[in-house]
């Protein structure tokens, strides 16, 4: 397991429950709240603390004295950086992200007793269809892929690659960690590696180096070994500058084969490029598009804020009149534009710009989706609702807090109508969550 460095001695506590995050809440000698990674419902653990704040710590169960029967060995070292729910068991991990659930929702009006969750009969772990991978060196000083231990800037060795990763992408990595290790590349002169994959074994991947004359001098070297393939589409060569920690394209050095991939959802293909968001999972992603187009209709105008390439509106233009996409993200409207290109879809169209500079959109006679970033929607966007009160409200969010936050702005003029969580991310405490407001009267 990785584990930070241990700031204080170790101290005992019963967990009473999992919290939004995916920590074990506790509490220390004195009543002060503690949360733990590391620790399930019920247990007794020995921890040690790795942060202190004025109204709790963190911290990692390093011992578990009093073990929860729902507690499982994790598969991986390293499943505290990635997948910290290694540990509990399916049954028990789907029902503690309803309680969390339940919890981050509080007293919303309408909220069912009991809130459906959508998952998998097994997990699967090789869900995830980006993975960045950053650079050390192991023991014996030889080059290793890496994650940044949680909470920490140091990075821990992997010797396998990630589970979390679909089809694919592990072998990518080994590949070009090979071709770095023969050019005797050092971790010091490397960023990270980001691979990514569209859930039909093909990827394709960037390489960031932050060092200039090592990028201008590996470019050639690494075009001769390497060569593309059925599973590996094409790749891209960065110098990034250390000015910036993260994996920032400076300036271009290679770009072979394809920068981008294809994938289905539902009846839509979807173009989709290196740094693009699009969404994880994507079985359990069809199933809440199957959701969502139960609440459309085919008279009626659709606008997709926060639309990304298009991934929820595109699949489900067919159930709308006309549907406007937006975004503030350049490269994600030129991929939605080529998009609605290739799919023949006459009656949609695309903008770039923030959901706040464009709520105009927004009127008494048309459906809108958002599926905003962690933050949740602007208060912009929260007033225009509010004033022109569109028929529904389809609210996709990776972020139970700040979307309850809006929901209890709007619950004034709407009413609840709908409400799901899917687990797209298993062995995670991340949650994804559907809401569906009804406007009243």
Known sequence: MDQPKKLQPLKTTKIKKLVFGGCGLGHDHEGKA???????????VEFFITKVHKTHFEGIAENVIEKSPNRIEPLEEHFLT?????????????????????????????????????????????????????????????LCLAFYKRGSKKKLPLLDGCLLSERGINAVAFVVLDLLRANQILAENLKSLIIRSNGLGQTIFALFINDEHIAEKFVAAFAGAFGLSESCLGYEIYYSTPKSPASVPTKLYASVGQNFLITKLMEAELKFGLLSFFQVNIPLFNLALADIAQFLDP???????????????LPL????????????????????????????????????????????????????????????????????????RPVRIIYLSCNLSTQARDIAELETAYELKFIKLYNFFPRTPHIEALVVLERKG
């Not at 789907?94 to 981050?104: D, G, H, L, P, S």
């Not at 009127?363 to 225009?384: F, L, Q």
């Open 34 to 44: 503690t949360f733990l990674l590391n620790a399930l419902p019920d247990e007794v």
């Open 299 to 313: 008279n009626l105008e659709l606008v997709d804020f926060y639309c990304g390439v298009g991934a929820i509106g």
């Open 82 to 142: 990635c997948s910290p729910w290694q540990i509990l068991d399916w049954q028990s991990e789907n029902f503690w992200k309803v309680e969390i659930a339940k919890e981050a929702y509080g007293k919303l009006v309408g909220l069912p007793e009991n809130i459906p969750i959508a998952h998998s009969e097994e997990p699967n772990l090789a869900y995830r269809n980006k993975i960045e991978y950053s650079f050390t060196e192991n023991e014996a000083g030889e």
């Open 317 to 388: 233009a067919p159930n709308c009149r006309k549907l406007y996409l937006v975004d503030n993200n350049e490269q994600a409207i030129e991929y939605a534009q080529a998009n609605i290109g290739m799919n023949q879809i006459g009656h949609a169209e695309a903008t770039c710009l923030p959901a706040e500079k464009i709520t105009e959109l927004i009127t008494n006679e048309r459906i809108v989706i958002v599926d905003p970033p962690r933050a949740g929607m602007h208060k912009k966007v929260v007033e225009k609702l509010l004033t022109e």
